[in-house]
């Protein structure tokens, strides 16, 4: 067992990620050694025809069949004809997240990014992984030739492959992505959250809304939202308060106050630490833009 872990460990491969601000990556392959990594892959047969491995399982893949690689998960892929070309598509799961703002990622990201969904591994040609491929050579394209507005497209198809797997997936599978959702039903809560983030609500609140127990909840609200109870509730008020920055003549004392911050102190800590800024500085901006316009 100790010698399994010793070779995934020296099989850690430090993925290329150009951008770190928009973390992906396209490129042209032949063979992939056996490795892994913390990212996401995506592997199309543009040409030809591979044998790809996924933990430890094998599959002939022909042009157009993908394979989809979760994080951490060993892959390897092997030409076998001449005229073979693989592309893969490599991310990080913060180019799909969206702190948990929507029911985008409560729904589909975060049960996939918490292995509490098991998407395939592997897509075979029909007539749905043509629509998928499609959507896949036009991320392709936009990353290629990265014309104004480039990384919105590559999103957006992002977003659409998912859909699409997940539509997929919930044919072959609805039983168990239903038991998800009834496990982890605290839709109503975080909208809730969203109306009323400015009032004070405590853990023991938020648990008995959804009836759990509040050591229970707290799991549940993080496996959901990648965040604590305090922490999303910060991330509302943030959010809220930037907005109030960039489109209100407000003082920051008093919107740090609307937006439920008792202490313009505090505010400004948590602040800086969500925005990499102060809320002074991201008033200055609004003023030279509005100045310059």
Known sequence: MRMCHLMKKDLKETTFIPDKTFPINVFTTNDIPLHWHSHME???????????????VFVHLHKGEIAI????????????????????????????????????ENLYFSPYLNNQVKLPNFIKADNFTKEISNSIFSLIDEYSRKEIGF????????????????????????????????????????EFLRENYSLETSVNEAA???????????????????????????????????????????PISEIAEKVGFSSNTYFGRVYKRLKNEPPSERRKKTMNRNILN
């Open 42 to 56: 995506w592997i199309i047969i543009k040409e030809g025809k591979a044998r790809i491995q996924v933990d430890d």
């Open 69 to 104: 690689i979760n994080s951490k998960q060993l892959h390897a892929a092997e030409v076998l004809e001449a005229n073979t070309e693989i592309i893969a598509i490599v991310f990080n799961e913060a180019i799909v997240r969206n702190s948990g703002l929507d029911n985008t």
């Open 151 to 190: 990384e919105l497209f590559i999103k957006a198809e992002l977003f659409r492959v998912f859909g699409l797997i997940y539509r997929y997936f919930y044919q072959m599978e609805g039983t168990i992505y239903q038991q998800y959702q009834k496990n982890y039903k605290i839709n109503h809560l975080l």
């Open 208 to 250: 008995k809304m959804v009836n759990l127990s509040p050591n229970h909840f707290c799991k549940v609200f993080k496996t959901v939202t990648s965040k604590t109870l305090i922490e999303y509730i910060h991330l509302l008020r943030i959010n809220e308060a930037e907005r109030m920055l960039n489109e209100t003549d407000l």
